[in-house]
């Protein structure tokens, strides 16, 4: 017996054939009672149908469901598209006996194909006889596009005597950058929270995790975080320590979750931190860490586990961010190759090549300009990611 | 006997042993006259020595010579790598009986390594030995990094009635993007023109080629284009007719290259142009493709030929452009494949499939917005691609 549960909560996960081979391609999470809601979407403008419908009912503050499906992304449909969104929301109400307005529904997969509603509305039934408490796992198979493995992610907390549960499962591989990407992520929690602090929470937690990590710098149209707080474990976040106890669990389990979609990203061998110190302002810090992160060469470099250092100078030449290069310093982990501005020679070099045969390591880069600083997580840029990314709708 | 000559003007290129095999990787450009000067350097804040010097060289508007090693950029080598620079240009103007500051230097390969000037010093001698009126072929070798092939171009006009001729060789590769990249690009006339104007063309040229090139969105710490002019065929600009076919002559020759540069980029199998119209300002257009024509998922779509449209309408809505997704059209070649930002079905699929098996075809994205427009040449991302640059430096 799981005993990884939020009390109140049930998942699951079908096959309703959307994608091949009988893989689960159909998900649902369900409160049983009313529960609060915060949500974040992506800022791309080109929004997937299951993204503009939710950004209605989210207003509400309150839900009950998710449905979601993997295998198509219902965007760039239309309107047709946007009355299969609904259509999809229908089915799992109807199948719930819950409303319409408290269901909300997400798809990823390809872009610009209709989606196939008739399979979905005929598999709702079956996915909801499927609900459990410990069905967590099958909804995140369910959500898996070029995933590797399900990304699932539990946390235990306390408020007062009482403890809550924080449950959450995402799915990433390709499209990951800053400000979202095709990445979902569905939690859910049994505490008692405020629903004005839940999306405080919830802000915060995405923006230290989903939006400081990189795949490959495309970021999708149907990028998604949904978290609902049922309050069945009677725990009641009655204090500012309360709140900031579930802050700051949310935000390391959505931490855990961000760093996993990398490791997991498509073709991904090598994940980097990229960190950027000696800045005048944090903008600035972060601007230089998302051109490193984004570059190349770069991140061909790390693939051919190469400390070609010149590489990660020359993209923070071209940031945008007035910079003296004569001041730069440069680690790869606690390996120094560069000072002010110069190569720190053939032993560094060969200290450095040990460090890039991590599987994961540090890139700092000081610019010797002021106290800011940002972090970043990146992956190398890999054979296997253009294999994955050449070949995806064949 | 080659007739592609601008009088006046010599060439050569011999091996210093900077590159493995006995590749030619010392060049050199000579003026048998004083010759006036405009050029173009890298916005990289990240510059290499050569370039560091020639900023300061170039201030007087006029040059005799340009010395140019493959195999090592010279950059992030500090003051010593700036007493290289300065040293390698006084083995060339040693060995021409020339004053050092009308001798220009440029570098280009691996950043961060010491310069080995004394095999430049000692090869110098022999590089001037070797200079000809036909030797613009052996200085093509001579600057190439992981070109596959030597690039040199040749146009012949007419100021008044006398002919003159523009003779230009350059190298690409890699680090190639708008604002220039690891390309080098070295330009002769033998036509008489007024220095301000020469610059005017050169910019007004090298912004329609070079800076609209992009193979994989790095920029260099090296990039220099330089055009000398000594007016030895006695041909002169004297009219504004004049003036304009001089510079549109440039600007076909440096789009040549440019369009060259991309084809042999590293790993290019296919070179797409992106055109984005019907936006509401210039910037914006540009703002567009750039982010388009840099998406890793639109470039792998192209490598594995796939019409996979809904990745460059997701670029497009990320690109910071306000935009409005049911406007959008999209076209592979004349195939409309997106109508009113919903996809025009299977059919469009089929004919799309074919377009994109073709060496090299045109995106073009209508935002339908307004009139303006912008276009970019980029390729698409392939296994060479991340082959090439994960071994470079080994």
Same mark, same amino acid.
């Given at each position: 017996m799981n005993t990884e549960q939020c009390l109140g909560f049930k998942a699951a996960g079908v096959h309703?054939?959307?994608?091949?081979?009988?893989?689960?391609?159909l998900g649902l999470i369900y409160s049983e009672t009313p529960a609060v809601l915060a949500a974040v979407f992506t800022r791309?403008?080109?929004?997937?149908a299951p993204v503009v419908l939710d950004r209605q009912r989210v207003a509400s503050g309150r839900s009950r469901a998710v449905i979601v499906n993997s295998g198509?992304?219902?965007?760039?449909?239309g309107n047709r598209g946007l009355q299969d969104a609904e259509r999809m929301g229908a089915a799992a109400a109807g199948a719930l006996g819950?409303?319409?307005?408290d269901v909300l529904v997400a798809s990823t997969g390809v872009i610009g194909q209709p989606l196939p509603v008739e399979k979905i509305e005929a598999a709702a039934p079956v996915l909801v006889e499927h609900l459990?408490?410990? &069905?967590f796992d099958h909804l995140a198979r369910a959500i898996?596009?070029?995933?590797?493995e399900p990304k699932q992610v539990f946390r235990a907390g306390r408020a007062g005597d009482r403890p809550y549960h924080i449950m959450a499962v995402a799915k990433g591989a390709g499209m990951i950058r800053p400000d979202m990407a095709t990445m979902l992520c569905f939690a859910c929690t049994d505490a008692e929270v405020p629903q004005a602090f839940l999306g405080q929470a919830l802000r915060r937690a995405v923006d230290a995790s989903f939006n400081r990590?990189?795949?490959?710098g495309d970021t999708s149209t149907n990028d998604t975080v949904i978290l609902m707080a049922n309050g069945q474990s009677g725990?009641?976040?009655?204090?500012a320590a309360d709140e900031e106890h579930f802050a700051a669990l949310l935000e390391d389990m959505l931490l855990e979750l961000a760093r996993w979609i990398v490791r997991d990203g498509? &073709?991904?061998?090598k994940t980097v931190e990229i960190r950027v110190q000696g800045a005048r302002t944090p903008a600035e810090a972060l601007q230089v860490a998302d051109t490193i992160a984004h570059s190349p060469l770069v991140k061909t470099a790390f693939f051919g586990q190469d400390a070609n250092w010149g590489r990660i100078l020359a993209a923070a030449g071209r940031a945008g961010v007035a910079l003296d290069p004569d001041r730069l310093a440069l680690y790869f982990d606690d390996v120094q190759m560069v000072a002010a501005g110069v190569g720190c020679g053939p032993e560094a070099e060969a200290r450095a090549t040990a460090v890039l045969k991590r599987p994961t390591f540090a890139v700092t880069l000081d610019l010797?300009?002021?106290t800011a600083t940002a972090r970043l997580l990146t992956c190398d840029f890999s054979l296997d990611y253009v294999r994955i990314n050449a070949d995806y709708r064949t």
């Open positions: 309703a054939g959307l994608k091949k081979e009988g893989e689960l391609d791309n403008q080109v929004q997937a198509n992304a219902n965007c760039c449909t819950i409303a319409e307005s459990a408490a410990d &069905g898996m596009t070029t995933d590797t990590i990189s795949i490959d725990a009641r976040l009655a204090t498509e &073709g991904v061998n010797n300009l002021g």
